[in-house]
Every structure is written in C-alpha cells, then in structure tokens.
C-alpha cells in the first residue's frame, strides 16, 4: 500500500488544533491500515519522527434524507504524536 493511500486527509478541527500544539495531529487514514502502515507514511511523507501512533475506528452515523434514514460508513482516525520540537505544517495559508 502507497503510502498516499494509506493517509486519506487531516481531521481540522478545534480539539485538533489543541492537540497540535501539543505534537499531536489527527489523520483519517484507510480502513486496512495498522499503526505500523501509518507511522511510516507520516515519517516519509512529512520527514518527522514519530514517537506513538493511536487508531481508533469511528462509528457510522445515521442521516436523514427527506423520509429517508440511512447510514454512512465507519472510517478510521489515526492521532500522531511528534517528537518533541517537531511539527507538520498540516495547511497553508
């Protein structure tokens, strides 16, 4: 597995960005990735050392369309922990 397919995107969001400033940075990554898959696609994709790598596979949820009630898929968060002095510029402005 491309080590491009393995981090599907960063999560932005107010708790993310706390944890940022601690050296920690949330990705959804594929469903068939393992901790080991995604602390080396973040070490060669952004040249930083990892130090812990936590997954965690998050629920589907219910959504309505009109009359209709349907459920999306389940998707897997990876949070990243940095060693410390480092970090990933996660978007430009």
């Known amino acids: 597995m491309n080590i491009y397919?393995?981090?599907?995107?960063?999560?932005?969001?107010?708790?993310?960005t706390l944890l940022g400033e601690q050296g920690q940075y949330a990705f959804e990554v594929a469903?068939?990735?393992n901790k080991a898959m995604v602390k080396?696609?973040?070490?060669?994709?952004?040249?930083v050392m990892v130090l812990r790598v936590n997954v965690?596979?998050?629920?589907?949820?219910?959504?309505?369309?009109?009359?209709h009630v349907t459920k999306t898929s389940w998707w897997k968060k990876a949070v990243v922990t940095?060693?410390?002095?480092q970090?990933?510029?996660?978007?430009?402005?």
Request: hydrophobic share 35%; aromatic share 6%; glycine share 8%.
């Open 82 to 85: 940095l060693a410390p002095g």
């Open 56 to 67: 965690m596979r998050m629920p589907g949820k219910t959504r309505r369309f009109g009359r």
């Open 87 to 93: 970090s990933i510029e996660v978007y430009k402005s």
């Open 31 to 33: 469903r068939d990735a």
């Open 40 to 47: 080396d696609a973040v070490e060669k994709r952004f040249g």
């Open 5 to 16: 397919d393995v981090l599907r995107r960063p999560i932005v969001t107010e708790k993310t």
